[in-house]
C-alpha cells in the first residue's frame, strides 16, 4: 500500500467500482496526520495570501529546517521578494561577535536615517585616510573635526557656538591659547546657580595688553578691582567712584601697599556703601586727597598755566633762572590774594631773541606785553643776589 495523490484517489472511488479494502487503506495513507508525523510529496499552499499562521505565539514551532537561500520576505504591495540566506545569518552572527569584542565593528560612515547628508565620517584625511574624523550636518559644514593635528568645534563663522555647564581649558604645552574676533563677558544677568559672576584672575595670572588700539576699556557695574602685586598703568586716562561700594583689601600682611583717592564733590570726600568693609593691613596706606590742578607747559614760550578745578588760572615763566619771567612779551596778571617774589631786571612788553639768527641776544619790543597786578596781590622785584 502507498500513498498516492488526488487524482489517483478519485479513480478508486469512481460510480459503479466495487469498493475493496485496499482502497481505503490507499486513502488513509494517503491524508496528512495531525497526530504524528506526516510525510509530504507537494507544496503545502494556504488558501489565501497574508491570511493564515504557521505557529502561533501560544504554540510556536520548535525547529524549523530549510534549506539556503529558502527563506524569502515578500511585499505584499509590490510582490517583490528579498531572499534571506543561510550566508546572510552568517555574516550577521560574525558582527554580532565582533561587536562584543575590543575592537569592534569596522565602519566607514555613520549617518542619519533619513538624511545621508549628515553623517559621522570616520576616514576623512588630514594627512592620510583614517587619521581625522569630520561630524557633518546637511553637508554644508562640520560641526566638528578630530585629527591628529587639529580639533575643530562649530567652525563654521555663521553658526553659533553654545556650551552649557562648567567649561574647563587646560594649559597649553607650546602655543598659548589665542581668542580671536569680539569677545562680551555679561556676566550671570538671572543669577543662575551659585558660581557666581564676573572675571577674576587668580594665582599667578597677569594680564598684558598689545595691540594696534590706543586705549583699553573697562566699564564693569561695579568697578575694576585689582588685587595682589603691583599695578602699573602708564600713559592712561583713570577714573574713580566717588562711592567705594565693594569691599577691598588694601595690601597683605607680607605685601604692604598704597591706594590713593581723590576726593569729589565740594568737600572733597570719598563715600563708603553701607555693607561695604575696606581694610588697610599693616604697613599699608589709605590715601585721600584733593583733586589737584591741571598744569600747562608750553615749551616755546616758558610758559606755565595752572587751572584751578574750582576755576581761575595762575600763569607764570620759568624766565632766564627758571624762577620768573624775566621778558614779559605777553598779557600776564598776578592773581587776587597772590604774592609773588620776582628777581630783576622784568622787561614788560619785550621779548629776548637772537639776532639775524645768530647767537647774539637782543631785545624786541612786541607791543603786545602787559602785566596786572589784581586786587589784594602783591609782586616784589628783588636782586638776585639778594
Known sequence: ???????????????GDKLRMDSFIDLIESLVSTQEDSSISGSLMPTKGSTFNLGSAEFPWKEIFVSKNSI????TTTGETETLSKEDVTQLKAIEAQRKTQDGIPVKKVRGFTSSSTFIDLEASN????????????????????????????????????????LKIKQSLDTPHE????????????NFGNAGKGVELLNDV??????????????????????????????????????????ISIGTFN???????????????????????VSVNPGSRLIIKPQ??????????????????????????????GTNPKYIGFNMEIPAGNSAAW????????????????TVPRLTVTNKGNLRIKEDARLRIKDFNE
Open 179 to 190: 581668542f580671536l574676533g569680539k569677545y562680551q563677558f555679561k556676566g550671570n544677568p538671572d
Open 255 to 277: 605685601t604692604p601697599s598704597i591706594a590713593e583717592y581723590i576726593g569729589v564733590e565740594g568737600n572733597k570726600r570719598i563715600s563708603i556703601a553701607p555693607g561695604v568693609k
Open 72 to 75: 524569502k520576505l515578500v511585499d
Open 1 to 15: 500500500m502507498a500513498q498516492k495523490v488526488r487524482e489517483d484517489l478519485k479513480k478508486l472511488f469512481q460510480a
Open 206 to 247: 597677569g594680564f598684558k595688553y598689545e595691540g594696534s588700539k590706543d586705549k583699553i576699556e573697562f566699564k564693569p557695574e561695579g568697578g575694576v578691582s585689582f588685587t595682589g602685586g603691583n599695578v602699573v598703568i602708564e600713559d592712561a586716562i583713570t577714573s574713580q567712584p566717588g562711592t567705594i561700594s565693594q569691599s
Open 127 to 166: 594627512q592620510q585616510t583614517g587619521d581625522r574624523i569630520d561630524i557633518k550636518v546637511a553637508n554644508t559644514f562640520e560641526a566638528a573635526s578630530f585629527s591628529t593635528s587639529r580639533t575643530s568645534i562649530g567652525p563654521k563663522e555663521s553658526v553659533p557656538l553654545e556650551l552649557t555647564g562648567s
Open 292 to 321: 589737584q590742578p591741571n598744569i600747562l607747559a608750553d615749551s616755546n614760550t616758558g610758559d606755565i598755566t595752572l587751572t584751578s578745578r574750582d576755576g581761575g588760572d595762575i600763569s607764570f615763566n620759568v624766565g632766564s633762572f
Open 343 to 358: 628777581y630783576g631786571p622784568i622787561h614788560i612788553g619785550k621779548t629776548f631773541a637772537p639776532i639775524n639768527g645768530g
